[in-house]
C-alpha cells in the first residue's frame, strides 16, 4: 500500500471528500486553516461547495441550512471559533441534522495562542451550547487517524442524525505522517427521508427545533436520551497499549497526549514499570467501563492532559473511587515531555512505598 | 359561476394566529398568491425566523426549515447552495434581521446569494411584548424605551433596505406597506419581482413589509393602520429602492 506524506489538515480535508462531503462552510482560524485552504482548491473539482462565510455563526448555520438537504456538510475551527459556533450546533442537535464540526484546539480562553492545548474538552463532551444535548466527540491521535476517524464521523452523523466533533489540536493539524489512502468500510445507511428538498409530488416536510408543549418537548428530550444511549451502547472506542493483565500503573490520555504516553509506556520498561495505557478514541460516549476494569487491575490511575485536568472527571467518574486518581497537565501551548511523566510515575509509586 | 377569489393552493387551510390587525397573515397570503401564480410550490423551500412568525411553516404547504434568531440569510445560504435549482425564500421580523442577524443579511446580500428574503418591519420586537428595535422610529414608546426612543442615547431607526441596496450583490430591494387596496396590489407586485430576481439568476432579493402592531403599539387596528401611513412610511419611503435589470450576478 503506498503510503503518502501529508499534513494532518489537508489529511483530514481529503478524507471529508473521500467520506462525501461536498459542502464546506468555515472561516480562517489558526491552527487548522489549512483545512479551509485546500477544501477551496479539492471541492469544487469534485462538484462541491466551498464558502468562506462572514463568521463563525453564519457559517456553523450555513451547515445547518446545508445538513438540512440531507447532504454530508463539514466545518472546522479552533477554540475561540468553535465558541461562536455552540449556539449553531445546539439547533442542529435540536433539529436532529448530520454534520462534522472540528475543533483544531489551541491554548486558550479568550484569544489564547496557536499552540496545541486540549482545554476544550469540557467544551466538547458536555454539549457547549445551551440545552440538554450531547454530540459525538472522536479524538485522533495520528494523522492517519483523522483519516479513518473522518470516515467515520460521516458516518457516525447520519447514523444517528447528530452533530459529530472532531476534536485534534495544533500538534496533529500541523504535523506530517506518511498517510495510506484504502477505502474505508463502513456499514450502509438508511436514505434521509426526513430531508427538505421542496415537497415536488409528495408531502410537505419540517426542519425544527422548537416545541412549545413542554410535555412534547420533555419526549422529545427523552428520545435524545435514548439516542446518547445508543451511541455508548454502541459506539464507545478505545485503545489499550502496553501491559494488559498485570499492570503497575494505568495511564489515561487521548489525543496528542496518548502519543507521548506510547513513549513513556516503552521508557517505564527500561525502569522496570509494567506501564498500561488506555486511549479514549471517543471522548462522548467516553469508555467509563473500560477506565474501570483497567483501572481495578492496576490499582493506580496518573491521567495526563494538556489543560487543567478535564477528561480526569471522566476518569474518575468511571473509576468510581475503587483506585487512587493522579494527574499531571501542561496549559497554555506546553507540551508535556516524556520525562515529566516519567518523573510523576516515579514520585507515584514512591509516595506510596512511603506510605 | 366563475371563481373570482379563493385560498391560494399554498396557504394551508387554518387560521393565522396573529393578533387582530397584524399584516403578518397579509404579508404571508400575498407570499402564497405569488408562489401559486409562478407555479412554484414543489420547489419552493421556505426558511422561517424566530419572532412572531416562528410559526410560518405551520400556514404554507411547503418544505420549511426552521433556524436560530437572525441565522436565516445564513441557512438559506446554505439550503440554496445545496439545491442551486430550487427556489429558497426567508422570513424575517426586524429584530431578527436587523439587530442580531444584521452580519448575516448583510453578506448574504453582498455575496448576491440567489435567494427571496421578506423583512416585515413593525418597528418595535413583537414576540418579546414590544420592545424598541433598530427600526423603532425617533420619540416612539416602547417598554424598553418608555418615555421614547431618544436618538441621542440609543441612534437611530436603521434603514436596512436602502443599505443593502448599496451592496453589489443585491438585484432588487423594495419598500411595501399593505395599508389600503392599491398599496397591497404594489406589494404582490414587488414580491412577484422579487421572486423573479432568484429565478432569472440577477441576484439577491429583499421586500421590507411595514406592518402595524396594534398590540404592542397600544393602538386599534384602525389607529395602527393610520400610524404606519402617518408616522413610518415618512421615515421609511416605499417604492423599489434598487432594480437590477438585467445580467446574471457571476462574475
Known amino acids: ?355 | 359561476m366563475r371563481t373570482i377569489f379563493e385560498r391560494p393552493k399554498t396557504l394551508i387551510d387554518k387560521p393565522f394566529t396573529y393578533c387582530p390587525g397584524c399584516h403578518h397573515g397579509l404579508a404571508q397570503r400575498l407570499i402564497a398568491e405569488v408562489i401559486d401564480e409562478l407555479g412554484i410550490a414543489e420547489k419552493t423551500i421556505g426558511v422561517g425566523p424566530v419572532g412572531c412568525s416562528v410559526y410560518i411553516y405551520e400556514f404554507f404547504d411547503l418544505d420549511f426549515v426552521m433556524g436560530a434568531h437572525g441565522r436565516a440569510p445564513a441557512v438559506a445560504t446554505g439550503v440554496k447552495r445545496s439545491l442551486p435549482d430550487q427556489v429558497v425564500f426567508s422570513y424575517q421580523g426586524d429584530g431578527d434581521i436587523a439587530a442580531i442577524g444584521t452580519a448575516e443579511i448583510v453578506h448574504c446580500a453582498n455575496r448576491g446569494e440567489l435567494i427571496t428574503s421578506f423583512f416585515v418591519n413593525n418597528a418595535v420586537f413583537g414576540m418579546t411584548g414590544g420592545q424598541m428595535a433598530p427600526t423603532t422610529l425617533p420619540g416612539q414608546k416602547t417598554t424598553t424605551s418608555p418615555l421614547g426612543r431618544n436618538t441621542e442615547v440609543q441612534g437611530f431607526p436603521f434603514k436596512l433596505g436602502e443599505m443593502l441596496a448599496q451592496a453589489d450583490g443585491s438585484a432588487y430591494i423594495a419598500r411595501v406597506a399593505l395599508t389600503n387596496p392599491r398599496l397591497i396590489s404594489q406589494a404582490k407586485r414587488c414580491i412577484k419581482k422579487a421572486f423573479l430576481t432568484q429565478i432569472e439568476k440577477k441576484g439577491f432579493a429583499l421586500v421590507e413589509i411595514l406592518s402595524p402592531c396594534p398590540t404592542n403599539w397600544g393602538m386599534t387596528p384602525q389607529e395602527a393602520v393610520r400610524w404606519v401611513e402617518e408616522k413610518m412610511i415618512p421615515y421609511f419611503p416605499l417604492g423599489e429602492i434598487k432594480v437590477k435589470e438585467s445580467g446574471s450576478h457571476a462574475s
Open chain 1, 1 to 355: 500500500m503506498e503510503r503518502i506524506l501529508m499534513k494532518g489538515n489537508e489529511a483530514l480535508a481529503e478524507a471529508a471528500i473521500q467520506a462525501g462531503c461536498r459542502f464546506y462552510f468555515g472561516y480562517p482560524i489558526t491552527p487548522q486553516t489549512e483545512i479551509s485552504e485546500y477544501l477551496s482548491r479539492r471541492l469544487p473539482e469534485v462538484g462541491g461547495v466551498f464558502l468562506q462565510a462572514e463568521s463563525e455563526i453564519a457559517a456553523i448555520n450555513m451547515v445547518y441550512g446545508a445538513s438540512s438537504t440531507g447532504a454530508r456538510v463539514m466545518t472546522s475551527s479552533s477554540g475561540p471559533g468553535i465558541s461562536l459556533k455552540q449556539e449553531g450546533i445546539s439547533y442542529l442537535a435540536s433539529a436532529e441534522l448530520p454534520c462534522v464540526v472540528v475543533n483544531m484546539s489551541r491554548g486558550g480562553p479568550g484569544l489564547g495562542n496557536i499552540q496545541p492545548a486540549q482545554s476544550d474538552y469540557f467544551q466538547a463532551t458536555r454539549g457547549g451550547g445551551h440545552g440538554d444535548y450531547r454530540t459525538l466527540v472522536l479524538a485522533p491521535s495520528s494523522v492517519q487517524e483523522l483519516v479513518s476517524l473522518t470516515h467515520r464521523a460521516f458516518y457516525l452523523a447520519d447514523k444517528y442524525r447528530n452533530p459529530v466533533k472532531i476534536l485534534g489540536d495544533g500538534m496533529l493539524g500541523q504535523m506530517m505522517e506518511p498517510v495510506t489512502w484504502e477505502g474505508v468500510e463502513l456499514p450502509s445507511l438508511p436514505p434521509k427521508s426526513w430531508a427538505i428538498r421542496g415537497k415536488g409530488d409528495g408531502e410537505r416536510k419540517f426542519i425544527l427545533c422548537m416545541e412549545l408543549d413542554p410535555r412534547e418537548l420533555e419526549n422529545f428530550n427523552r428520545k435524545l436520551e435514548k439516542k446518547y444511549r445508543q451511541m455508548a451502547e454502541e459506539d464507545t472506542d478505545w485503545e489499550i497499549f502496553g501491559e494488559e493483565d498485570n499492570p503497575d500503573l494505568l495511564l489515561v490520555g487521548f489525543g496528542t497526549v496518548a502519543r507521548i504516553l506510547k513513549s513513556v509506556v516503552r521508557e517505564g520498561e527500561k525502569e522496570g514499570w509494567r506501564l498500561s495505557l488506555l486511549r479514549p478514541v471517543t471522548l462522548f460516549p467516553f469508555p467509563y467501563k473500560p477506565v474501570q476494569e483497567m483501572a481495578e487491575k492496576a490499582g493506580r490511575v496518573l491521567v495526563v492532559e494538556m489543560n487543567l485536568g478535564q477528561m480526569v472527571e471522566d476518569v474518575r467518574l468511571g473509576v468510581e473511587g475503587r483506585a487512587p486518581v493522579h494527574f499531571y497537565g501542561r496549559v497554555g501551548g506546553m507540551i508535556p515531555t516524556v520525562d515529566e511523566v516519567l518523573q510523576k510515575i516515579a514520585d507515584i509509586l514512591r509516595g506510596e512505598a512511603q506510605k
